[in-house]
RNA sequence: UCCUGAGUAGCUCAAUGGCAGAGCAAUCGGCUGUUAACCGAUGGGUUGAAGGUUCGAGUCCCUCCUCAGGAGCCA
């Protein structure tokens, strides 16, 4: 009977099947050690040469790393057996070779990114990979989840758009039989059109920018989910994010112990992840910001604190206000003049935006940007000019203010940089099966 | 794009301007409880590329390429 390493637990003093790949291997003599994995977890199976044919033992002894296998052999419980689930081992009954590996570039030792990342293909085997991207799928299962339960249709936006939008030079721009075409940075103009229709929608897919972003949490293509909705404010926006934030976190935690295990995350701070997160305005994380600044002695970490209100946060900024909260926090009531041209205006102050983003802790930086958008014919098209872009390129866009115009408000989460956060790795780059950076498009 | 650092065996790294080295991996042998096993043996090199200084360059100088870390920009 073919079973699944990771229901193992239930086949206790049976003969099972595995079907899977070899992943490492020890021995001792006449006692080989035989670590299979099958996509659902990983398993210690010995092979003890007294107890099997000249034949099968001499493939155990032989079998290469990563090579394809069918073994098959009795269950038993063992406090010794590595593996994930552990604690379970399989006696070797007999051994079928689908594929004997060539030599395997990645061995179980130490190895740089480059090379890894050059066998990125390979790579996604280790176990270490595989727990963070079943992560990423349950971050976006999870995701899915909350919003299709909560009165959200996922209406898909297109990737490829004629619109140039504000700053054409961060666009991936093709040729569109003719006319050029850009692969899309946001779905969120369609979204405010299909909001019209669904009341709340999402969109939910790949982004592109062509930035030359060369940092630990930039990607050139990655994923985004983008709710929008109808009769929202500011304050509707971010009690929604936050749980929405927070069902994502906690669903991890609860679902994907032995992956957050597995790659050795400390937990903790995660565990305060709940609904509600701390607010900021923009005005005070500045005083706070100039407060820290003055305090610091290291004379180049206030350097990196500076900045002068009317500024965007860099990241040491994000950092910096995000340390001072234990779960994530919203900076809200940005400068108008730093966020984009369709943020509603702070009534009576129109230097700000009614715009929020969320901050991770642990240096994540932000993992949603997001606003209330401007509902007003009149007041959009005259932003759209400030700009200096001709408002006819944003006819049906603007048309959206002219038939049933409501108070809404959207925002955007990265999917990589949740990943990154809730896994607590070092770097974007491990959170997407194939990572697209500045010089990276192979594999 | 800017700043800093790195590039030597399949991988991770050593080598004061003076014989190109180790561990792991591979191959062969030994070992009945291994957890990145251990012990012995064997094979493995255009030192990122081109030029220059020098009796002599992996090492010093110049140009270029690639990668990493940071900044800017952003999710």
């Not at 919003?147 to 700053?167: F, K, Q």
């Not at 897919?205 to 929202?232: C, D, N, Q």
Request: aromatic share 10%; hydrophobic share 40%; charged share 25%.
């Amino acid at each position: 009977m073919t079973v699944l390493i990771e229901n193992i637990a239930g086949y206790e003093g049976q003969e099972v099947t595995l079907k899977g790949w070899l992943y490492n291997k020890t021995g001792k003599g006449k006692l080989l050690f035989l670590k299979v994995r099958d996509g659902s977890g990983l398993i210690q199976c010995v092979a003890f040469q007294a107890d099997l044919s000249e034949e099968v033992f001499d493939i155990a002894k032989r079998i290469p790393q990563e090579s394809s296998l069918i073994v098959t052999g009795v269950v038993r419980k063992d406090e010794r057996a590595p593996g994930f689930p552990g604690g379970y081992e399989i006696g070797i009954k007999n051994l079928e070779i689908v594929q004997m590996a060539e030599d395997y570039p990645i061995t179980p030792k130490e190895h740089g990114v480059e090379f890894l990342m050059d066998n990125r293909h390979l790579w996604v085997r280790s176990s270490r990979q595989w727990a963070i991207l079943r992560i990423r799928a349950t971050v976006i299962k999870a995701i899915r989840d909350w919003l299709d339960n909560h009165g959200y249709t996922l209406v898909d936006t297109p990737i490829l758009s004629s619109n140039a939008g504000e700053n054409s030079t961060d666009l991936f721009e093709l040729d569109y039989f003719g006319t050029p075409a850009y692969l899309a940075q946001t779905g969120q103009l369609y979204n405010e059109a299909n909001m019209m229709s669904f009341g709340k929608v999402y969109a939910f897919g790949p982004t592109f920018r062509a930035e030359k972003s060369k940092t630990r949490r930039h990607l050139i293509e990655f994923w985004m989910v983008e709710p929008e909705m109808a009769y929202f404010s500011l304050e509707d926006l971010m009690a929604m994010e936050e749980e929405f934030v927070s069902y994502i976190v906690q669903t991890v935690l609860e679902t994907r112990k032995l992956e957050l295990a597995l790659i050795e995350r400390d937990t903790t701070k995660l565990q305060n992840v709940k609904a509600p997160f701390p607010r900021i305005a923009y005005d005070d994380a500045v005083e706070m910001l100039k407060q820290l600044e003055a305090e610091t002695t290291d004379a180049e970490q206030k350097q990196l604190l500076h900045m002068e209100w009317g500024t965007d946060f860099g990241s040491p900024h994000e950092t910096a206000v995000a340390e001072r909260f234990d779960r994530p926090v919203f900076v809200y009531h940005y400068p108008t003049a730093v966020k984009a041209f369709y943020m509603q205006p702070v009534a009576g102050r129109k230097e700000v935006c009614r715009s929020v983003d969320l901050l991770a802790p642990e240096g994540y930086g932000e993992i949603t940007g997001g606003s209330e958008r401007i509902y007003d014919h009149a007041l959009l098209t005259e932003r759209v000019k400030e700009i200096g872009i001709n408002p006819e390129n944003y006819r049906w866009y603007l048309d959206l203010r002219r038939y049933g115009s409501v108070p809404h408000a959207g925002f955007g989460l990265g999917v990589e940089r949740t990943v990154a956060w809730i896994c607590g790795l070092p770097h974007i780059r491990e959170t997407i099966p194939y990572a697209r950076m500045l010089h990276r498009l192979n594999p």
